[in-house]
């Protein structure tokens, strides 16, 4: 993400979607700026006060735009959450009330599904179904192929207006820190299509290498066909994510 000014944004209201996700809308003066459909892309939830392992850096978040209203001038940001094992972030979304405060950077971009695909396989777990979400609602009608979803818990299946012959697929997983095949093998189980795939996956770090061995050396998906990023490590923190991140790129390039 280039640099670009932070932003001070207030709660304005919050509520839970499902058991385990937390919608927080905010509202605040510096969004008349905030460049318009950025739906899906991210923003950096900063943590001035948080004790820092980078001195020149503050801590921060990295979470998904599941909306921005520029008219009404509002953002909308789900947060997962992750039982007994909550981050700084979590913590601060589940404990904030409606007038705190919060600075952000961004927004940042990620690659969405390509609409001139011949059908789509799109895939999260709940760290990514923001972002799927959004994908969902720029699918074509149509479009065909499968949306595969792994969730924490019945109750946390969410409605999904989908095009007729796209393919709704949750798997049900109350533990993801420990069972991390549950989403893998939900994909390789899908039928694999005639033509060119736009494949979009979001995930646990350890889940992203398994299936981008399936993409690329079962499947051979062409690199310019698919999105495929891990949102999250089990056991590691953001920070430690992102240096586990930076490492398997250069080893997989």
Not at 8 to 20: A, F, G, I, M, Y
Not at 190 to 211: H, I, N, Q
Not at 221 to 246: C, I, N, P
Request: aromatic fraction near 8%.
């Amino acid at each position: 993400m280039a640099k670009t000014a932070t932003r001070v944004l207030s709660v304005l209201r919050k509520e839970l979607v499902t058991p385990n996700m937390l919608r927080i809308v905010f509202a605040g003066e510096s969004l008349a700026e905030f460049p318009d459909n950025c739906d899906g892309g991210y923003i950096k939830l900063i943590f001035p006060d948080v004790p820092r392992s980078h001195p020149d850096r503050p801590v921060m978040r990295t979470y998904s735009i599941r909306s921005f209203d520029a008219a009404s001038g509002v953002m909308t940001v789900d947060f997962a959450l992750h039982g007994e094992s909550g981050g700084i972030a979590t913590d601060w979304a589940l404990n904030a009330r409606v007038g705190d405060n919060i600075l952000i950077a961004g927004p940042g971009t990620i690659k969405m599904v390509d609409p001139a695909a011949d059908w789509y396989l799109i895939a999260a777990d709940m760290t990514g179904l923001p972002a799927l979400l959004c994908n969902v609602e720029r699918l074509p009608a149509t479009a065909q192929g499968y949306v595969v979803v792994e969730v924490r818990s019945e109750a946390d299946k969410v409605a999904l207006e989908l095009p007729e012959n796209v393919e709704m697929h949750w798997v049900i997983n109350a533990a993801p820190e420990v069972e991390k095949g549950a989403l893998v093998e939900k994909v390789k189980a899908m039928p694999w299509l005639d033509g060119k795939v736009s494949v979009w996956t979001a995930c646990e770090f350890d889940t992203m290498r398994s299936l981008r061995g399936y993409y690329r050396n079962d499947r051979a998906v062409g690199r310019d066909q698919f999105y495929l990023s891990s949102y999250w490590r089990a056991g590691r923190t953001e920070d430690q994510h992102k240096v586990d991140k930076q490492a398997d790129s250069v080893a997989a390039a």
